[in-house]
């Protein structure tokens, strides 16, 4: 079993910044692939960034690559989001998410409560 909690998201303005960080609890933290993902009002959940155990190669969604990274520290079981040039369309609930085999599909196992992320025009 896997816990995950999100924090760092808030309210910023278009063209601004914010980083996201999600803590693992599990002991085996470095074997799972970890990815990010958002739902906004009225729309599916969609993927957003993930980033690879195996090798941590990092995969993006069209619409933020450029401006988002995600990172992995297997140290302190922890992922990021940094999200720079945030746009009125990035506002969502984000959420982190845990798996041994997927990376980029939402058939993930474990999954946070989500932090909202409001992006103000």
């Known amino acids: 079993q896997v816990q995950l909690v999100e924090s760092g998201g808030g309210l910023v303005q278009a063209g601004g910044s914010l980083k996201l960080s999600c803590a693992a609890s599990?002991?085996?933290?470095?074997?799972?692939?970890m990815a990010w993902f958002r739902q906004a009002p009225g729309k599916e959940r969609e993927f957003v960034a993930g980033?690879?155990?195996?090798?941590?190669?990092?995969y993006y969604a069209d619409s933020v690559k450029g401006r988002f990274t995600i990172s992995r520290d297997n140290i302190k079981n922890m992922i990021y989001l940094q999200m720079n040039s945030l746009k009125p369309d990035d506002t969502a609930v984000y959420y982190c998410?845990?798996?041994?085999?997927?990376?980029?599909?939402?058939?993930?196992?474990?999954w946070g409560q989500g932090t909202q992320v409001t992006v103000s025009s």
């Open positions: 599990t002991r085996t933290f470095r074997r799972y692939n």
């Open positions: 998410a845990a798996d041994y085999t997927v990376v980029t599909a939402p058939q993930y196992n474990y």
């Open positions: 980033v690879a155990w195996i090798d941590s190669r990092t």
